[in-house]
């Protein structure tokens, strides 16, 4: 099982926004099977699946990612991707 | 040579045994202190120096006759404005409060009391005791000694500042969500939440407990085993147990504790907090303790549900109050509660609800460990003059993740300080205990304050 967690970054330094994600991730300690970034212009798509994390801690992730300057989740319009 | 006012209740009270010391010189110390540091502090309410002299030659004798009152018979004593001291209005940090003399000792009051200590002075707080901050519309801001435009913490604000000061060892503070323990970490002390009933208080609520607030762990300790003396007025009370109080020894080879870094909501913990946290843990861990992390357990919906409540909670009483004193209310909090006007019964009782799935997440997350230690705080002290490290009255809870979950949970937590930031402002380990094991939790921060490394000389506030 993976959650995959979606989101549009509007900011011009995107090095630092991957640096705070990576930060986020290495001390949830999860495991993360992808991670794409998309650059288009001043605003940044940013995909990642992490696998076999608890609830809690996936909420947790949503959570941190939430509160990076500028990043606004992506609305689901289906169902949460799993694989 | 330490200044008198610097003394622990266990020295005092020993040099009050040995004949040394005498209460009357220790508390006009006290008092030079406080008169000295207070212009800039502003952390006491019905400073009463003529009482306290009076109380200090009457302790006097008894200790020139050998007999006496109790365990901190002549030790200086701060309590918090929002417990009861008989002919003392109760302000609650709020000017729109009626300010009617109290009518009887509340239960911490009574056993401080009872077992000789000398109150100076009642400390300051927030109104309404619902921010974790020195601001108040009823008090003069209350500062952070350790820097004076940052912030002490709150809502026990003036009992943080004041141990850190160094107005007299022992203090006590009250806390629902982090309020012993949140100023006891931004100031450097020692804050016990003791387990939920441990110390009688008047009157009780879910969460709420009473606890000391002093400079070291056997000064808590002393402190507890005279505010956990049974009052029949408490009905949320745990039975009277006869705990060891003094007893703070422990091998810690074997112990299994928990390294709790994210919460689950609220701020990120900072990079010093984090660093200094963890170097806490691997004190624990050379000692023998097996340290194992903890992931994140609580959720959003614990903390918003909760804040629905206790919205709800605090509508229920300021919807009473004339438009002329809500107006006195401060801004912060009037905005803050006001958002439950008109909330259903269903967002009241789903808020409600969360109280019991918080407990379950930490009892959960505590079943496979002996203790659990985490940051107290997420960050650092911050802005003397803000209502909470994030200042926003409609996100009025990201700091007290770390301490809430075991207010609703009701076990003893304890805040020591484990560090500095780069610019000198404390840094608070907390240690949870299981349930009703208060004198554990004691023990470790014991072994703690012993292992850590020499802390910084306690700062001075000269006017």
Known sequence: MSDTMRYTVESGDLENIVSRLLDIVRRLGV??????????????????????????????????????????PVPETGKRAAS | MSELADFSAVDLVEAYRSKKLSPIEVTEAVITRIEASEP??????????????????????????????????????????????????????CAAVSLTPATADAPPAARTREAG?????????????????????????????????ANPGGSSAGAGAAAA????????????????????????????????????????????VAGPMTRTVADTALYMSVLSKPDARDTMALPYADIPWLDLDRDLKGLKIGLWLDAGFGQSVTEETEQAVKRAARLFADAGAIIEPVGPFL????????????????????????PEKQAQILPYIFDWIKTAENFSGRE????????????????????GYDFILSPTAPTASYPAEWASPVNDPQKPFEHIAFTVAVNMGGQPAISINCGYTANGLPIGLQIIGQSFDDIGALRLARAFEAMRPEQRPWPKVAA
């Open chain 2, 165 to 208: 000061a160094g107005y007299g060892p022992l203090h006590i503070g009250t806390d629902i969500g982090g309020s012993v323990r949140l100023p006891a970490g931004w100031c450097g002390v020692v804050g016990l939440k003791p387990s939920a009933g441990r110390v009688p208080i008047n009157p009780p609520f879910i969460g709420r």
């Open chain 2, 117 to 149: 200590g000398i109150l100076l002075a009642k400390t300051t707080m927030p109104d309404y005791g619902m921010l974790s901050s020195g601001l108040s519309s009823f008090h003069k801001l209350a500062r952070n000694p350790w820097d004076l435009s």
């Open chain 2, 40 to 93: 800039k502090l502003n952390a006491l309410w019905a400073y009463d120096p003529v009482e306290a002299r009076k109380a200090a030659r009457a302790s006097e004798e008894r200790w020139a006759k050998g007999e006496p009152l109790g365990a901190i018979d002549g030790v200086p004593v701060t309590i918090k404005e929002n417990i009861a001291t008989k002919g003392t209005a109760v302000p609650l940090g």
């Open chain 1, 31 to 72: 495991t993360v099977s992808k991670l794409a970034v998309e650059v288009d212009g001043g605003k940044a798509n940013l995909e990642i699946a992490v696998a076999s994390a608890s609830h809690a801690v996936t909420n947790t992730l949503r959570e941190r990612i939430g509160q990076i300057e500028g990043a606004r």
């Open chain 2, 299 to 322: 959720t959003r919906d614990m903390i918003d549900g909760l804040d629905r409540f206790w919205r709800a909670r605090g509508w229920e009483d300021v919807s009473r109050l004339s």
């Open chain 2, 348 to 367: 009241v009782y789903t808020g409600f609800a969360q109280i019991e799935a918080m407990r379950n997440a930490l009892h959960t997350a505590l079943a």
